[in-house]
């Protein structure tokens, strides 16, 4: 295990890719979400409370800063998703996404579905992510580094995901103990979400009454959930765990939007999950003239596995390929 | 790039999402994911705001009046914060300002205790009833 998180390789074009899918997603959240984020100059000041980043700060940032930091971080992002001057545009746009979702997690409630990403964003910008499919690498003919490089930066995205998931299920443990999985609490939780959002003039799901009156469903439901999340460091041991894994967080992800109308898009949209995979190899089935015209292409991809004396696994393995 | 600086970013990396949870504090963006892991009874407080006609007949506000977004965390988390604040008629007010309906007069921000399963079961779920700050609709 630590050999696959230590020594793995990837070429360039798979941290490109996720570049570009953390790249797109971050972009298309910040454009939805934008009244949002620029509202947020407008909330009343006695109800910040810094988090995070923030955590040193008692009262708001100003209104300028906020918009100034809005505006930033979308021409950042496009930028970093086109890879043109990454070395500046990544940093950029990881220092201003953690501030924006930082900051609108400051006024009582701390949103934990924005972590995913802004932890992805902020590792993006430490590495070299756009040394293929990108304009830097169009503009000096795409350097090529250690694939160690790579595949560290790949690893490193896994691990924030599956810790993520464990520390999740850890809590469930720790504040909910046995009666999480074998009681009554996934129910009430899922009529506790109906309920709310009924008393809040929104619609709760229309499989939230059905579900409770058959409650028998779900302490097995609850059981699986828990499972899914310790066990999400299988993701790192093999492609079969691997993508029976990831098509079970999915699943449950699928599951608690459908029963609570609770949504974590990053996820959803599977975007949390593409570093575990090789979607240089997706990109050439989908895109073949992008893979043809493009300078570093699937080709090169098996040049850098021998030289780093990598073995080729059919269809990329866990994460990314191991070194030893 | 040596060994040695990959083992310890790997190490430096774990260390810092692991961090929240042996200092058992939920912060952003390392934290330790408490959302919906603890035991939840069937009786569940919730804070809303309320519009109430002329006739007194409760009537449901949007998200959107209630706490000008489209998210309920934000909106619960918000008016939940402004009551233990102490400010609960400001927000009051603020609603208020945002009512587009003739019919109702005036605000209530509360909070209803409520069998869950019970009211998804279609039965009376109301438990108790307090209101933290009633203002005027201005027409």
């Given at each position: 295990m630590w050999s696959r998180l230590v020594d793995a390789t990837a070429p360039p074009e798979r941290l490109a890719a996720f570049r570009i899918a953390v790249g797109i997603f971050t972009v298309t959240y910040l454009t939805i979400r934008f009244p949002v984020f620029w509202g947020l100059?407008?909330?009343?000041?006695?109800?910040f409370a810094g988090v995070?980043?923030?955590?040193?700060?008692d009262e708001p940032l100003p209104d300028v800063l906020i918009k100034g930091t809005l505006i930033t971080a979308l021409a950042g992002g496009v930028a970093m998703t086109l890879g043109y001057r990454h070395r500046i545009s990544a940093p950029l746009f990881a220092v201003s996404v953690l501030v924006l979702t930082a900051y609108r997690s400051s006024?009582?409630?701390?949103?934990?579905?924005?972590?995913l990403f802004t932890l992805h964003v902020v590792l993006l910008a430490v590495?070299?992510?756009?040394?293929?499919?990108s304009l830097d690498a169009r503009r000096s003919g795409g350097r090529r580094r250690d694939p160690t490089t790579y595949g560290l930066a790949l690893q490193l995205a896994c691990l924030c995901v599956v810790t993520t998931y464990v520390i999740a299920g850890i809590a469930k443990l720790r504040l909910g103990g046995g009666e999480w999985a074998l009681g009554d609490t996934l129910r009430n939780h899922i009529a506790y979400s109906a309920v709310r959002l009924d008393l809040l003039g929104a619609d709760g799901s229309p499989l939230a009454g059905p579900v409770v009156r058959n409650a028998w469903l779900l302490p097995p439901m609850a059981t699986l959930s828990l499972v899914i999340e310790l066990a999400?460091?299988?993701?790192?041991?093999g492609r079969r765990l691997r993508n029976l894994w990831v098509a079970s967080a999915w699943a449950m992800h699928v599951g608690i939007l459908a029963l609570?109308?609770?949504?974590?898009p990053y996820p959803l949209f599977f975007v949390a999950f593409a570093?575990?995979?090789?979607l240089e190899r997706l990109v050439g089935r989908i895109a073949p003239r992008l893979a043809v015209h493009d300078e570093v292409s699937a080709a090169s991809d098996t040049a850098e596995d021998g030289r780093a004396g990598a073995r080729r696994p059919a269809g990329g393995i866990a994460c990314v390929r191991s070194r030893r | 790039m040596r060994r040695a600086v990959r083992s310890t970013a790997v190490v430096g990396v774990l260390a810092a999402l692991v961090a929240p949870v042996v200092a058992d504090r939920d912060s952003f963006p390392?934290?330790?994911?408490?959302?919906?892991?603890r035991n939840r009874s069937t009786e569940v407080s919730f804070v809303t705001a309320q519009g109430v006609r002329g006739d007194d007949d409760l009537v449901p506000l949007s998200l959107g009046t209630i706490g000008?977004?489209?998210?309920p965390l934000v909106v619960a988390g918000e008016l939940r914060a402004a009551i233990r604040r102490d400010e609960a008629d400001e927000r009051c007010r603020e609603i208020a300002a945002r009512v587009d309906d003739d019919n109702i007069e005036h605000v209530e921000v509360v909070t209803e205790r409520h069998d869950t399963v019970v009211r998804l079961e279609g039965?009376?779920?109301?438990i108790r009833r307090s209101v933290h700050a009633q203002c005027e609709v201005d027409t």
């Open positions: 100059a407008d909330k009343s000041p006695s109800a995070g980043p923030l955590g040193w700060r006024w009582g409630q701390l949103l934990h579905f924005e972590n590495f070299p992510a756009a040394d293929a499919w999400a460091p299988v993701a790192l041991v609570m109308l609770i949504g974590f570093p575990f995979f090789a | 390392l934290s330790t994911y408490p959302m919906y892991a000008d977004s489209d998210d039965g009376e779920s109301l």
